[in-house]
């Protein structure tokens, strides 16, 4: 995922990426009545943010049902320099869920955020994210009519 920070964009302006719903595993549930044994998902990405004009990267859990619920699992702002780096964040879903990237836009045109290499996996995440540079990756930046990239597993 990749948004673009240039006109026409404006200030707060927002891309959204949603994941496929993922049922939560029955046998884990099942296995106890207790609601604090629902299953946990790792969800794991790499972000780069750089630009003094940087806006925010949310992260939510949008568990399903008559109305679907949007919970903040996770948030970074602001410039975080030239750098590819791993985020790692424990969702607790107690129902069928979907998790939505959030990418704003923030004051000006210099900034852009980008998302990579995307996974979620069933059980806790197994240690911190390391907050050094990711030497492997390269910045690919294609203006797009829409202003962003994104993966083609998900869907906006």
């Known amino acids: 995922m990749f948004i673009e920070t240039s006109r026409p964009r404006l200030e707060g302006d927002k891309a959204r990426l949603m994941s496929p719903t993922f ?3 029955s046998k884990s549930v ?5 609601a604090s044994n629902n299953p946990t998902y790792c969800f794991t990405f790499y972000y780069h943010m750089y630009g003094k004009h940087i806006g925010a990267l949310n992260i939510f859990l949008r568990q399903k049902g008559q109305t679907p619920t949007d919970t903040l699992v996770w948030s970074l702002t602001g410039n975080q320099g030239n750098y590819w ?7 607790h879903p ?4 979907q998790v939505v990237m959030e990418g704003v836009r923030g004051s000006g045109i210099e900034g852009d955020i980008a998302a990579d290499d995307v996974t979620i996996e ?6 911190s994210p390391p907050n050094s540079e990711h030497p492997h990756r390269v910045i ?3 203006n797009t009519r829409f202003g962003f990239m994104f993966h083609t ?4």
């Open 23 to 25: 049922n939560i595993n």
């Open 140 to 142: 690919i930046q294609q």
């Open 85 to 91: 780096r791993q985020a790692r964040v424990n969702i």
């Open 94 to 97: 107690t129902t069928a869920f």
């Open 153 to 156: 597993d998900w869907m906006f």
């Open 30 to 34: 099942a296995s106890s009545s207790s």
């Open 122 to 127: 069933e059980g806790e995440c197994k240690d």
